[in-house]
C-alpha cells in the first residue's frame, strides 16, 4: 500500500525539481539494473536489510524481492512480472503506512526513486511523482513558482500515499484539501487479461476515465493500482496552485500536568471544540488558523496548544490571542511556557527536526483516529480522562485534537472520494515505544483507550451527530477486527461512508482481479 502519514515525537500526522522543455528535471537517483530493466533486490542483496524496513519498526515486511523502478515503464513491467508468478503486491513511496497491511506481500514496489517535481505546460498543472517526500514537493513549487499545496507538516512522507487517501494539514482550513487540487492521475492498472498498463485520468466531465480519478480523491493508496504521477492544479479559475506563505507564525503554550483535574481536561477539549465549531466556516478569516491541542499521557507531563498560521494573514495576531484565550477560558490554569515566533514558511514545513535517538533507531507506533462534527459528549470525556489520567498508563501514549474544517468542507461529500465534509476537527490517539519487549502493553492501552472513547457506537466512531468515521490516511487494521469494532459498520463505511458503493464499482472496473488489496481494501462492488 502506498503509505500515507508522518511521525513526530509532538504529533503524527500529517514531496526539487524545474522544468526543461516540455520535460521534468528532479533529484532523483538512477538504481542501476542490468540491461536498464528494473533493479531487483532479493533477501540474501546486502540492499535488503537497508530497503525493506518502513518508518514503523513495530512490523517489517519480508517480501520475496524489492523493486525500485525509476519510470512508469519500469512500474509496467514490475507488475506485469508479479502477477505472471502469482506475487502479492505492495507498494511503497515514502514507508510511513501506520499499520502492518499488506504482510503477505511477496513484491515491494519501492517507489522511492519516481521522485520528480515540475511543470506541464500541456495540461497547465504541476507534476509531483509518488516517491518525492512533502519536504521536496514544498521547496520545489516554493522556489520553481512561488506555489505550494495543503500538505502535512512532516517532510519525510512520500506524496503517493498522501495524495491518494485525502492529505491535509497546516493550509488545509485556508485552502481545502490536497486533493481538492488533484487535476489528473497517472495509474498503473490490470485488467481482466492480467496484464499491466498506464492510464492517466483526470477531472474532466468528458474523461472516459474520470472514475479512476476520482477514485484516487481520497481512495486512499494500493487500491485500485500504482500511481505514477500525479497532476495538481487548483480547479475553475483560481491560481494553479495556492501561493507560498512568506513567513509562519508559530504560538505554543504549555501547561504541566499537575494543574488538569478531568473538569479541566474536559474545559481544554470542550474549550477548543466549541472554538473550532464556531470558527470552521469556508471562508472565515479564523480558517487561516491551524491550531493543535496535544495532552500526553499524565506520566508524559504536559499539555499543549500550538498555533499555525500565515504571518501575512490579516489580524492574524489578534486571531491567535483570541484562540489562545479561548482554549483556557475560565479554566484556571497557568502556563509553564509560552512562545510565539515568526520564521519562514519553507523552513518549518521542510526541516524534520533533531528527534530523539531511540525514535530514530527503534521507533515503533500504533495510532488511531476519527473526525468530529462537533466537541466530544460527557461520556466520551471521561474515558479520556480515565486513561490519560491513569498513573500505570503508558508514557509514551497521548490523544491530539487537530483543526480542519474551513475551505475543506466547501466541498460537496460526492464531489471526491473524502466523504467527510462537515466536520470541524480530527482526533489522533496514539502511543510511542522504542522496544519490542513493550508492544504487546503499549497496544493494549491505545486499543482499550480507543474503544472506551467510542463505547457508545461499538468501539469504532460510527457518522452520528458526534463523531463522523475516520480517515484512511492513518490507516488503522482494528476496524476491520471484529474484536475491536462491534458496531456492525465496516472499516471501508467508517472510512469512506456513502462513498464506498462508487468505490467498489471503480474497484470492480480498474482492478478486477484484485491485483491490489491489503487488511482496509476496497472491495470490488
Not at 197 to 209: I, L, S
Not at 504 to 510: D, G, L, N, P, S
Request: net charge neutral; with cysteine; proline share 6%.
Amino acid at each position: 500500500m502506498s503509505n500515507s502519514g508522518g511521525v513526530s515525537r509532538r504529533a503524527l500526522l500529517a514531496g526539487a525539481g524545474a522544468v526543461a522543455a516540455g520535460g521534468l528535471v528532479g533529484q532523483g537517483y538512477a538504481a542501476a539494473a542490468p540491461g536498464g530493466g528494473v533493479v531487483r533486490i532479493v533477501p540474501d542483496d546486502v540492499r535488503y536489510e537497508n530497503l525493506v524496513r518502513g518508518n514503523n519498526f513495530r512490523f517489517v515486511p519480508r517480501p520475496d524481492e524489492i523493486r525500485v523502478p525509476t519510470s512508469t515503464e519500469q512500474v509496467v513491467r514490475a507488475v506485469d512480472d508479479a502477477v505472471r508468478a502469482g506475487r502479492r503486491i505492495a507498494v511503497r513511496s515514502g514507508g510511513h503506512c501506520f499499520d502492518d497491511l499488506s504482510p503477505e506481500a511477496k513484491t515491494l514496489l519501492d517507489l522511492s526513486a519516481l521522485n520528480e517535481v515540475g511543470y506541464d505546460a500541456a495540461r497547465k498543472a504541476f507534476v509531483v511523482e509518488p516517491g518525492a517526500t512533502l519536504g521536496q514537493v514544498y521547496r520545489a513549487l516554493g522556489a520553481g513558482w512561488g506555489v505550494t499545496i495543503p500538505g502535512g507538516g512532516c517532510p519525510e512522507v512520500g506524496a503517493g500515499g498522501h495524495i491518494a487517501g485525502g492529505g491535509y494539514g497546516p493550509l488545509s482550513r485556508r485552502y481545502g484539501a490536497v486533493v481538492d487540487h488533484l487535476h489528473a492521475v497517472e495509474v498503473v492498472v490490470v485488467g481482466k487479461d492480467g496484464r499491466a498498463r498506464a492510464v492517466v485520468a483526470t477531472r474532466e466531465q468528458d474523461d472516459p476515465n474520470r472514475e479512476l480519478w476520482w477514485a484516487h480523491t481520497g481512495g486512499g493508496g494500493g487500491n485500485f493500482g500504482v500511481v505514477t504521477k500525479y497532476w495538481l492544479r487548483s480547479p475553475g479559475n483560481a491560481p494553479a496552485l495556492p501561493p507560498l506563505p512568506r513567513q509562519m507564525v508559530q504560538h505554543v503554550t504549555l501547561w504541566d500536568w499537575g494543574q488538569l483535574t478531568e473538569e479541566k481536561l474536559g474545559g481544554l477539549l470542550r474549550n477548543f471544540g466549541t472554538w473550532h465549531e464556531r470558527n470552521s466556516a469556508p471562508g472565515a478569516p479564523q480558517a487561516g488558523l491551524y491550531g493543535i491541542l496535544e495532552v500526553q499521557q499524565r506520566n508524559g507531563g504536559i499539555a499543549m496548544l500550538s498555533v499555525q498560521a500565515d504571518a501575512d494573514l490579516p489580524g492574524v495576531q489578534a486571531m491567535i490571542d483570541e484562540l489562545v484565550a479561548s482554549v483556557s477560558a475560565g479554566l484556571g490554569l497557568t502556563p509553564v511556557f509560552e512562545l510565539r515566533k515568526t520564521v519562514p514558511w519553507l523552513h518549518k514545513m521542510t526541516w524534520p527536526g533533531t528527534g530523539e535517538p531511540g525514535d530514530v533507531l527503534t521507533r515503533r507506533y500504533k495510532i488511531k483516529a476519527a473526525y468530529l462534527r462537533k466537541s466530544f459528549n460527557g461520556n466520551q470525556v471521561g474515558a479520556i480522562w480515565r486513561h490519560l489520567g491513569d498513573p500505570t498508563g503508558m508514557s509514551g501514549g497521548g490523544m491530539l485534537l487537530i483543526g480542519y474544517g474551513g475551505q475543506a468542507n466547501a466541498v460537496a461529500p460526492h464531489e471526491t472520494a473524502t466523504a467527510q465534509r462537515d466536520v470541524v476537527m480530527k482526533a489522533v490517539y496514539q502511543t510511542i515505544w522504542t522496544e519490542e519487549q513493550d508492544d504487546a502493553a503499549n497496544l493494549a492501552w491505545v486499543r482499550g483507550f480507543y474503544r472506551d472513547v467510542y463505547a457508545e457506537t461499538g468501539g469504532v466512531p460510527v457518522p452520528g451527530d458526534v463523531n463522523d468515521g475516520s480517515y484512511i490516511n492513518y490507516a488503522d487494521a482494528d476496524l476491520a477486527d471484529p474484536a475491536w469494532n462491534t458496531s456492525g459498520v465496516s472499516a471501508q463505511r467508517l472510512y469512506y461512508k456513502d462513498n464506498y458503493p462508487r468505490l467498489q464499482r471503480i474497484k470492480a472496473r480498474w482492478d478486477p482481479r484484485s491485483v491490489f488489496r491489503h487488511a482496509l481494501a476496497v472491495e470490488p462492488g
